[in-house]
């Protein structure tokens, strides 16, 4: 009897509970019905011809010429989307006009053009702004310009294997990736340029000159594998990149006059680098200047740190070490034919120098002269570097280092045999 009334009360409560959900559902329904006699009345009320339509919203999109705008909150608006199908298509577009109004073009937002390969010329004269991959593996896009744009967004011209000629005098940023194998564009200037992107540039084979006359950033791999490379202009440039002139194996000589810093691998493997100079450069980066076999001539007069490898695998007989120096790295300048090393400065350059020191004693077979400072000790630096018995000759001038010695008072081991 007691296992009857549980079953009962048990098959009650569901009751009740399911008249409690059905009651809530009716009541549900009955408000969204409110709701929507509220919106059939708004409908109603709205007025039926275009020009007494509301202001148009900054949500408002519209089409024109099968390309999508986007019509934003200060007047303006922005390109979204395209659906051009007819090649060899050109864009030229300013201004257009919607519901009786004009609005200026300012922006290009991400994805708008990608993979269009119907589009060969793009000029957008009032665009302050382009978004990342816009024009994405756009293979036939041959002409830019962006005559007001001020930054451009990652992988935006990423593989147009066909651009050639590029406008973008007010730019001042690129982003990661921008013209990332754009392997028919030949040079390109842009004069407001403050910072390049990762890997900007990288792959553009047939890139021969650049010219960033404000440029102070150079982010890694930004010029990477450009092999048609000669001609670079920084003079503003602080700072290199990692491996951002990686295998540029035309580049003969290089001038950056304000550089302060080299990262790791920066000009790694540029074959065919003969001379280079960084006036105030103090850090140079492991490798950065690797296997760069045909690389004789180097100037870095405030230099601080030669990192491992920095300058391995080159051609260098002569090298003036700096005062300023503070180390030099493991194997920093192995592998090099030295002939004449010249140390300028006062500092501590046995403990300071040691892997150098020790990389000079095994090629004391290449060397002819070693330059040292007229205060040091002499009978010291020969008993580190482990050299063989030397006759020591003062203010001797060398045919290595001769026109940058200036006569100072150096003591000279040249040249360098047995007794």
Request: charged residues 15%; proline residues 4%; glycine residues 4%.
């Given at each position: 009897?007691?296992?009857?009334?549980?079953?009962?009360?048990?098959?009650?409560?569901?009751?009740?509970?399911?008249k409690e959900?059905?009651?809530?559902?009716?009541?549900?329904?009955?408000?969204?019905?409110?709701?929507?006699?509220?919106l059939?009345?708004?409908?109603?009320?709205?007025?039926?011809?275009?020009?007494?339509?509301?202001p148009?919203?900054?949500?408002?999109?519209?089409?024109?010429?099968?390309?999508t705008?986007?019509?934003?909150?200060?007047?303006?608006c922005?390109?979204?989307?395209?659906?051009?199908?007819?090649?060899?298509?050109?864009?030229n577009?300013?201004?257009?006009?919607?519901?009786?109004?004009?609005?200026?073009?300012?922006?290009?937002?991400?994805?708008?053009?990608?993979?269009?390969?119907?589009i060969?010329?793009?000029?957008?004269?009032?665009?302050?702004?382009?978004g990342?991959?816009?024009?994405?593996?756009?293979?036939?896009?041959?002409?830019?310009s962006?005559?007001?744009?001020?930054?451009?967004?990652?992988?935006s011209?990423?593989?147009?294997?066909?651009?050639?000629?590029?406008?973008?005098p007010?730019?001042?940023?690129?982003?990661?990736?921008?013209?990332?194998?754009?392997s028919?564009?030949?040079?390109?200037?842009?004069?407001?340029?403050?910072?390049?992107?990762?890997?900007?540039?990288?792959?553009?084979?047939?890139?021969?000159?650049?010219?960033?006359?404000?440029?102070?950033?150079?982010?890694?791999?930004?010029?990477?594998?450009?092999?048609?490379?000669?001609?670079?202009?920084?003079?503003?440039?602080?700072?290199?990149?990692?491996?951002?002139?990686?295998?540029?194996?035309?580049?003969?000589s290089?001038?950056?006059?304000?550089?302060?810093?080299?990262?790791?691998?920066?000009?790694?493997?540029c074959?065919?680098?003969?001379?280079?100079?960084?006036?105030?450069?103090?850090?140079?980066?492991?490798?950065?200047?690797?296997?760069c076999?045909?690389?004789?001539?180097?100037?870095?007069?405030?230099?601080?740190?030669?990192?491992?490898?920095?300058?391995?695998?080159?051609?260098?007989?002569?090298?003036?070490?700096?005062?300023?120096i503070?180390?030099?790295?493991?194997?920093?300048?192995?592998?090099?034919?030295?002939?004449?090393?010249?140390?300028?400065?006062?500092?501590?350059?046995?403990?300071?120098?040691?892997?150098?020191?020790?990389?000079?004693?095994?090629?004391?077979?290449?060397?002819?002269?070693?330059?040292?400072?007229?205060?040091?000790?002499?009978?010291?630096?020969?008993?580190?570097?482990?050299?063989?018995?030397?006759?020591?000759?003062?203010?001797?001038?060398?045919?290595?280092?001769?026109p940058?010695?200036?006569n100072?008072?150096?003591?000279?081991?040249?040249?360098?045999?047995?007794?």
């Open positions: 009897m007691n296992a009857d009334l549980f079953i009962k009360d048990r098959i009650q409560k569901e009751i009740d509970m399911k959900i059905f009651e809530k559902k009716q009541q549900q329904q009955k408000e969204h019905q409110k709701e929507i006699d509220t059939q009345n708004q409908l109603n009320t709205l007025p039926n011809q275009l020009n007494t339509l509301p148009i919203t900054s949500l408002t999109s519209f089409t024109l010429d099968n390309i705008y986007l019509i934003l909150e200060n007047g303006t922005a390109i979204i989307n395209n659906t051009i199908n007819t090649p060899n298509t050109s864009i577009v300013s201004c257009v006009e919607y519901v009786n109004k004009k609005y200026k073009v300012i922006a290009v937002y991400d994805g708008a053009f990608f993979y269009n390969n119907n060969i010329s793009v000029e957008l004269p009032e665009c302050e702004k382009i990342g991959s816009v024009f994405y593996d756009c293979v036939n896009l041959s002409f830019v962006l005559p007001k744009c001020k930054s451009c967004g990652n992988i011209f990423t593989n147009c294997i066909k651009l050639s000629i590029v406008i973008l007010e730019c001042q940023k690129t982003g990661n990736q921008t013209f990332f194998g754009c028919n564009l030949t040079n390109i200037s842009l004069p407001k340029c403050k910072s390049i992107g990762t890997n900007s540039f990288s792959d553009s084979s047939t890139l021969t000159s650049i010219y960033f006359p404000e440029c102070e950033i150079i982010n890694m791999g930004a010029f990477n594998n450009c092999s048609a490379l000669t001609s670079v202009q920084f003079p503003k440039c602080k700072s290199i990149g990692n491996s951002a002139f990686y295998r540029c194996n035309a580049l003969t290089i001038y950056f006059p304000r550089c302060q810093s080299i990262d790791i691998k920066a000009f790694n493997g074959d065919n680098l003969v001379s280079v100079s960084f006036p105030k450069c103090s850090t140079v980066g492991s490798e950065a200047f690797y296997k076999n045909s690389l004789a001539s180097v100037s870095f007069p405030k230099c601080k740190s030669l990192d491992d490898y920095s300058l391995n695998n080159c051609s260098i007989s002569y090298i003036s070490i700096p005062e300023t503070e180390y030099i790295g493991n194997n920093a300048l192995g592998n090099n034919p030295l002939k004449c090393v010249n140390f300028k400065g006062s500092y501590n350059i046995i403990t300071g120098t040691a892997p150098f020191l020790t990389y000079l004693s095994h090629i004391t077979n290449t060397i002819e002269c070693i330059h040292i400072p007229n205060m040091c000790n002499v009978d010291k630096y020969a008993k580190v570097l482990q050299l063989p018995t030397i006759i020591f000759r003062n203010t001797k001038k060398c045919k290595y280092c001769d940058f010695n200036n100072n008072k150096c003591v000279s081991l040249c040249p360098l045999y047995n007794e």
